[in-house]
């Protein structure tokens, strides 16, 4: 599934006195692992979330496989786009093995949500924290993991959703080295296989490793579009040219 912003602007921001986005394109082909750097508050961020329509526009558009996205075919788009949100996102009075499972409530009718998940899909999450790792701390509280445990569960809640595009908001920030590793492998992994992987990152040596491609926003522009690589560190040199 290919990912097309065409002239996105966001609502205007009175602190950073212009809109968040102004004016980015950018086409996502399927399979690619691309990394969104820039410096705080350049618009990474927003530009992830409005991938899976948590942030309005003003003008542009988004198309997910040549579907536009609108209200009416969000749900569709979602069904194929999972995100992993900043801090994981994680209920941590549940175990690890109940955090996935929410990945799954969005398919689950009102009805089915009082009978609770299905042995299928209980199976389904095992497996995945397993393939993770993580098989002897699924029915531990997510809030007693350590900080890379608790990323690979919000891995494994994305994946449950089996989408076609992963989205990740700064998944590795505040982690040690070796969780770090554990998160950017698994990602490795994924796009191995084929998935499509976008992540917002602000460590260049660690996107140059996995990212293949680099998308630079500043100001809310895109300065830069092309292999990840230490190179383009300076920001400014970008901007200048």
Excluded at 146 to 169: C, E
Aim: with cysteine; charged share 20%; aromatic share 6%.
């Amino acid at each position: 599934m290919t990912i097309d912003c065409e002239n996105l602007e966001t609502g205007y921001n009175k602190a950073l006195k212009r809109p968040i986005l102004n004016g980015i394109s950018c086409t996502i082909e399927q399979g690619e692992f691309v990394a969104l750097l820039g410096l705080n508050g350049a618009g990474k961020s927003t530009l992830l979330r409005a991938m899976l329509g948590l942030v309005p526009y003003q003008k542009g558009e988004i198309r997910i496989n040549t579907l536009t996205m609108t209200p009416h075919t969000l749900p569709k788009i979602r069904r194929d786009v999972a995100m992993i949100f900043q801090g994981g996102g994680l209920i941590r009075q549940l175990s690890a093995l109940d955090n996935v499972l929410c990945g799954r409530l969005g398919e689950l009718s009102s009805w089915e949500t009082v009978w609770g998940f299905r042995e299928s899909d209980r199976a389904v999450a095992l497996n995945l924290l397993s393939s993770l790792g993580l098989a002897d701390l699924a029915y531990q509280k997510t809030g007693k993991l350590s900080g890379g445990q608790q990323q690979r569960v919000a891995i494994a809640r994305a994946l449950i959703q089996s989408p076609q595009i992963l989205l990740a908001d700064e998944p590795i920030t505040g982690l040690d080295i070796i969780a770090t590793r554990q998160v950017m492998d698994t990602f490795a992994k994924l796009h191995a296989q084929g998935m499509t992987i976008v992540t917002v990152l602000h460590d260049l040596a660690i996107a140059s490793a996995y990212a293949k491609r680099a998308i630079v926003l500043d100001a809310g522009c895109i300065v830069y579009d092309g292999p990840c690589h230490e190179g383009i560190l300076d920001f400014r040199f970008q901007i200048s040219n």
